[in-house]
C-alpha cells in the first residue's frame, strides 16, 4: 500500500473562486480516490479515477490523472462556504485491499 | 452515513482497562477497515478485514485486536488502553476493498486519561 501526499497543506480562498488541490503517490495504480471531510464527520467519497482515465467530473468536482507524473488533481469550481473542508486522496495500490491516506489539504472559503 | 454505525459515539477510559470498538454494517460489505485520525497525521489504517474472520495488519496496528466473526460487525479491541491511543476511531466498508469506495461511519471519539 502507498500514501498520497496532498499539496498544498492549507488553502484559503474567497467564495466564487476555484480551488486546486494535487496529489502525488510514488508507484504505480489502480485507482486514485479523492475524499472530502467536514469537521468531526466520517470521510465522504467524491471521486475514483481509474489508472487508464485522464479526467473525471462530477457536478463543480473536476480530477485530472498523469500516472506519467505519478500525480492527480481535484478542482472545485466556483467555491461556495460549504466546501469548507478537508480533502484527502488515496492511490490505491492493489496487491491488497489496504487504502491509505495521506494528512489531506485544508479547504477554507470565505464568504 | 446510512448503513454503518458505530459505537460508542464517544468514550473515556483509563490507562490500563481493555476497551472494544464496535463497527456494525447492514450493506452486506465484505470489507471492513479500521483507521484513526490524530492531528498531523491524518488517517491511518489500524487493521482491515476481507472476509468473517479474515484480518489484515495496517500501519499501525500495535496494541490492537480486531475480529469479525460475522459479515456485519466487526470489532477494535485495544487490550490494555494507553493515553497514546487516545485518538478518534473510523471505521469504513467497501464492497470490492480498494476497487471501488469507501463509505464511513461517523467515528468514535476515545480519550485514555
Known amino acids: ?7 498544498p497543506q ?13 496529489c502525488s503517490y510514488k508507484t504505480s495504480i489502480n485507482n486514485l480516490q479523492w475524499y472530502r471531510q467536514n469537521s468531526g464527520r466520517g470521510l465522504v467519497h467524491l471521486i475514483l479515477i481509474r489508472s487508464n482515465e485522464r479526467e473525471k467530473h ?6 485530472t490523472l498523469d500516472t506519467s507524473k ?3 488533481s481535484l478542482l472545485i469550481t466556483a467555491s461556495r ?16 485491499e489496504k487504502l491509505v491516506f495521506g ?3 485544508k479547504l477554507t472559503v470565505n464568504p | 452515513d446510512a448503513g454503518i454505525t458505530q459505537s460508542p459515539r464517544h468514550k473515556v477510559t483509563e490507562t490500563g482497562t481493555p476497551v472494544t470498538l464496535r463497527c456494525h454494517q447492514t450493506e452486506n460489505h465484505r470489507y471492513m477497515y479500521w483507521y484513526r485520525q490524530d492531528p498531523g497525521h491524518g488517517l491511518r489504517l489500524i487493521h482491515y478485514s476481507y472476509g468473517v474472520k ?3 495488519k495496517g500501519e499501525v496496528s500495535d496494541g490492537y485486536s480486531v475480529s469479525r466473526s460475522k459479515t456485519e460487525d466487526f470489532l477494535l479491541t ?16 467497501s464492497e470490492a476493498g480498494g476497487n471501488s469506495p469507501l463509505h464511513f461511519g461517523n467515528g468514535t471519539r476515545l480519550t485514555v486519561t
Do not use: H, W
Open chain 2, 54 to 56: 479474515d484480518t489484515d
Open chain 1, 103 to 105: 494528512k489531506g489539504t
Open chain 2, 78 to 93: 485495544l487490550e490494555s488502553a494507553t493515553s497514546s491511543q487516545t485518538s478518534v476511531y473510523f471505521c469504513a466498508i
Open chain 1, 70 to 72: 505519478k500525480s492527480s
Open chain 1, 81 to 96: 462556504a460549504a466546501d469548507t473542508a478537508s480533502y484527502f486522496c488515496a492511490p490505491f495500490q492493489g496487491g491488497s
Open chain 1, 10 to 22: 492549507a488553502l484559503s480562498i474567497q467564495e466564487g473562486e476555484n480551488a486546486t488541490m494535487n
Open chain 1, 58 to 63: 462530477s457536478g463543480r468536482l473536476r480530477v
Open chain 1, 1 to 7: 500500500s502507498q500514501q498520497g501526499e496532498e499539496d
